[in-house]
């Protein structure tokens, strides 16, 4: 029973505070809220993996690669569930572009992304606005955050 249950949990605790009903609901409100905070800091995937495609493009390009990344992101934000993050981010210098992409695993990416009509589709629409393309994967640690 609820009275059994919070007695040993006294007896474990070491408090007589908790026999009474009032002081369980209590210690339940604080360990619920504690529980809250620990999953909201908790990394939602360990490990994921990072794939960043940094590129040179051809001068005065950047808007129709922009222009059409935007509507690969919307494919990819409705369809692909494990693609977690899919940025592009812009430098300065109007020719270099950034390719920030997360997955739950290294397969989300090889298996679906990569194979998807509408990367395929995109691929071919800018192969002729990018110069120079260099492609790196690293795996999170965990150490640190990624959202605030």
């Given at each position: 029973?609820?009275?059994?249950?919070?007695?040993?949990?006294a007896q474990i605790?070491?408090?007589?505070?908790?026999?009474?009903?009032?002081?369980?609901?209590?210690?339940?409100?604080?360990?619920?809220?504690?529980?809250?905070?620990?999953?909201?800091?908790?990394?939602?995937?360990?490990?994921?993996?990072?794939?960043?495609?940094?590129?040179?493009?051809?001068?005065?390009?950047?808007?129709?690669?922009?222009?059409?990344?935007?509507?690969?992101?919307?494919?990819?934000?409705?369809?692909?569930?494990?693609?977690?993050?899919?940025?592009?981010?812009?430098?300065?210098?109007?020719?270099?572009?950034?390719?920030?992409?997360?997955?739950?695993?290294?397969?989300?990416?090889?298996?679906?992304?990569?194979?998807?009509?509408?990367?395929?589709?995109?691929g071919a629409k800018?192969?002729?606005?990018?110069?120079?393309?260099?492609?790196?994967?690293?795996?999170?640690?965990?150490?640190?955050?990624?959202?605030?």
């Open positions: 029973t609820l009275s059994h249950s919070r007695m040993a949990l605790l070491g408090s007589p505070l908790l026999k009474s009903p009032a002081a369980g609901i209590a210690l339940g409100a604080v360990l619920g809220a504690a529980a809250v905070r620990l999953l909201a800091t908790a990394p939602a995937h360990k490990r994921a993996f990072v794939y960043i495609v940094t590129l040179k493009l051809k001068p005065n390009t950047r808007h129709l690669f922009l222009q059409e990344w935007g509507v690969l992101a919307d494919y990819v934000k409705k369809n692909e569930p494990n693609t977690l993050t899919y940025e592009a981010v812009v430098s300065d210098d109007p020719d270099k572009l950034l390719i920030y992409e997360r997955y739950v695993a290294r397969s989300d990416l090889v298996d679906i992304h990569a194979k998807s009509a509408a990367i395929q589709a995109f800018s192969k002729d606005w990018v110069l120079e393309k260099q492609l790196d994967e690293y795996y999170e640690t965990n150490i640190g955050y990624i959202a605030k």
